[in-house]
């Protein structure tokens, strides 16, 4: 199974800037990494994707022109760049894997890592 490990959530101001980490035991082929957000008393949603071997990344309209998703291969490390930050993005951040393509749903990725938090306040 592979294994993912979240860090770099923290309390921050609105229009604060945050990059989370995702460490990865290991990468497949054809793969789909993202991430995904839980605040509480709502509904896991997809944050931004990203598929292996050329796919563009894909993001949520709440967090499109603010949010970068990328990837060091080298480091088996995916990457969530979050600037601008507003009171909303406030969410415990999960990323997640999955073999072949992106789906927008959590119950299609097959692996998670534990979360980190991010705070944002006004």
């Known amino acids: 199974q592979v294994q993912l490990v979240e860090s770099g959530g923290d309390s921050v101001q609105a229009g604060g800037s945050l990059t989370l980490s995702c460490a990865a035991s290991?990468?497949?082929?054809?793969?789909?990494m993202a991430w995904f957000r839980q605040a509480p008393g709502k509904e896991r949603e997809r944050v931004a994707t990203?598929?292996?071997?050329?796919?563009?990344?894909v993001y949520a309209g709440s967090v499109e022109g603010r949010f970068t998703i990328s990837q060091d291969n080298a480091k088996n490390t995916l990457y969530l760049q979050m600037n601008s930050l507003k009171p909303e993005d406030t969410a415990m951040y999960y990323c997640?894997?999955?073999?072949?393509?992106?789906?927008?749903?959590?119950?299609?990725?097959?692996?998670w890592g534990q979360g980190t938090q991010v705070t944002v306040s006004s």
């Open positions: 990203v598929y292996s071997f050329g796919g563009s990344p």
């Open positions: 997640a894997f999955s073999f072949g393509t992106c789906r927008t749903l959590a119950l299609y990725f097959r692996h």
């Open positions: 290991a990468y497949h082929r054809r793969y789909c």
